[in-house]
């Protein structure tokens, strides 16, 4: 039972232009939402989260959107950049549920110039 | 800040025998930390969950007798894979969360291959 699905395994976009990934999950216990990036053969980096409370949250050119009635959340990279180019996760939390993360599949994002 | 390690980086073992996998948080206090395998190209599946002095809460399916978790201080968690199989074979990562919060900071993982 995935609870949290990244439905595109891939994405390619262009240099400087905008990268959208997309997360939906279907437990509505979920209360707490993170995105991480993920190197081949390194550990996950977490990039940015945003709690149910609020349905926006930015850092650089990093933004995420959490729209609760759709139970989908995306990650907004503008401008798009090679170093982009990685595995991103996006995780998901239950208050009360020992912080324990369950992860969507991923999306292999890859910048192209 | 937030930085996790893992040690060893890879190991290559032959089958029967045992292997310790290290998580250090190194600069901050983990009052938990957690387990995960992945298998190439999927999620990060959590084995289990470790709260310094107490036993490990291990997810279904996983076997406690396998995969000894043990969380001896604030700073430092160990997995040992005992009595390895080929299909042990996996990337092991942990991660450390500093308690009041929901981040989890990762190691780099370490790649088990068991011949």
């Known amino acids: 039972d995935q609870q949290v699905k990244q439905n595109s395994p891939s994405l390619s976009v262009q240099e400087g232009r905008i990268s959208i990934l997309n997360c939906d999950y279907t437990?509505?216990?979920?209360?707490?939402f993170l995105w991480y990036k993920k190197y081949p053969a390194e550990g996950p980096t977490f990039l940015i989260s945003?709690?149910?409370?609020?349905d926006k949250n930015e850092d650089g050119r990093f933004t995420v959107f959490l729209n609760k009635s759709a139970k989908h959340l995306s990650l907004h990279i503008v401008p798009s950049q090679p170093g982009d180019s990685a595995v991103y996760f996006c995780a998901a939390s239950v208050a009360g549920g020992g912080n324990k993360l369950t992860f969507g599949t991923g999306t292999q994002l890859k910048v192209e110039l | 800040g937030a930085v996790v390690s893992q040690h060893p980086s890879w190991v290559i073992c032959k089958s029967g025998t045992s292997v310790k996998i290290e998580c250090r948080s190194l600069?901050?206090?983990?009052?938990?930390m957690f387990w995960y395998r992945q298998f190439p190209k999927q999620s990060l599946m959590l084995m289990a969950t470790?709260?310094?002095?107490?036993?490990?809460?291990?997810e279904q399916g996983v076997e406690k007798d396998k995969f000894l978790i043990n969380h001896a201080s604030l700073t430092l968690s160990t997995l040992t894979v005992t009595s390895a199989h080929p299909e042990d074979s996996s990337f092991y990562i942990c991660?450390?969360?500093?308690?009041?919060?929901?981040?989890?900071?990762f190691g780099p993982g370490t790649r088990l291959t068991v011949t």
């Open positions: 437990n509505s216990m979920f209360d707490y």
């Open positions: 470790s709260n310094e002095g107490s036993k490990a809460t291990y």
């Open positions: 945003i709690s149910s409370i609020k």
């Open positions: 991660s450390a969360n500093a308690g009041g919060t929901y981040e989890q900071y």
């Open positions: 600069d901050f206090q983990a009052t938990t």
